[in-house]
């Protein structure tokens, strides 16, 4: 008897603690769910470039005539510019025809550069080979701020490389030098190429305008040159 009792104590001891672990169990918080990521959006479809609108012909006409009238212009402005003279006098370097004692024709000599813009034109005699220059003279000397050298067509105006000015003193100053990245102006019959520089501390009375032959197989003709300045 006494045995048994000691087994029901046991029994009962087992039950009591199995019901106390059951109430933790259940008394415990459930964890917090957690969130299921949400989908990536899809990226956006590349969106296709749209293709420029072909101009129609009236459209092109207009800006054809447009460009006509912006050359008009500019060149308007440096024609009748109060500040710009036209050379006095000019020599050069070449003449085409000028080799093996020929002399060389009319239309192609320095003295056409003189006065203003009407044509008339200095042609080298080099194509592809050496330097050449033309160096034209002026009535006032002046405190220069700008060369412009008209090209009919603009025939070798990337062959330019230096442009030189020479002082009362007879000093020549370099105040361009480089490749020329003007190109023919197919706006109008002239092509004008143009430096601009601070304007110089002495009186400038001479230009000389200086080819790289070989940077344009071509013969290079100019009608006039402006000097600019006060």
Avoid at 20 to 26: C, D, F, I, Q, Y
Avoid at 40 to 49: C, D, K, S, T
Avoid at 66 to 93: C, F, H, T, V
Wanted: hydrophobic residues 40%; aromatic residues 6%.
């Amino acid at each position: 008897m006494k045995r048994n009792a000691t087994i029901a104590i046991l029994i009962s001891t087992m039950l009591l603690a199995a019901c106390h672990k059951r109430e933790k169990v259940e008394e415990a918080p459930a964890a917090a769910a957690t969130p299921a990521a949400a989908p990536a959006a899809p990226a956006p479809a590349p969106v296709a470039a749209t293709p420029p609108a072909e101009q129609t012909a009236e459209q092109r006409d207009l800006a054809r005539k447009q460009g006509l009238l912006d050359y008009g212009i500019m060149e308007d402005k440096y024609i009748n510019d109060p500040r710009a003279q036209w050379a006095a006098d000019a020599k050069a370097s070449s003449v085409f025809g000028d080799e093996n004692g020929k002399t060389p024709s009319e239309v192609n000599l320095a003295k056409n550069v003189v006065g203003p813009s009407d044509s008339r034109e200095w042609t080298n005699n080099n194509i592809d080979k050496g330097f050449d220059w033309i160096e034209t003279t002026y009535a006032k000397p002046v405190n220069a701020t700008e060369v412009r050298v008209i090209i009919n067509g603009g025939a070798g105006v990337q062959a330019i490389n230096k442009v030189e000015l020479q002082d009362v003193d007879g000093k020549w100053n370099t105040v361009w030098t480089g490749i020329s990245d003007v190109k023919a102006d197919a706006r109008g019959n002239r092509t004008w190429f143009v430096r601009t520089f601070e304007k110089t501390a002495y009186k400038a009375k001479a230009v000389k305008v200086t080819y790289a032959n070989n940077l344009d197989h071509d013969y290079k003709k100019i009608d006039a040159i402006q000097l600019v300045g006060d």
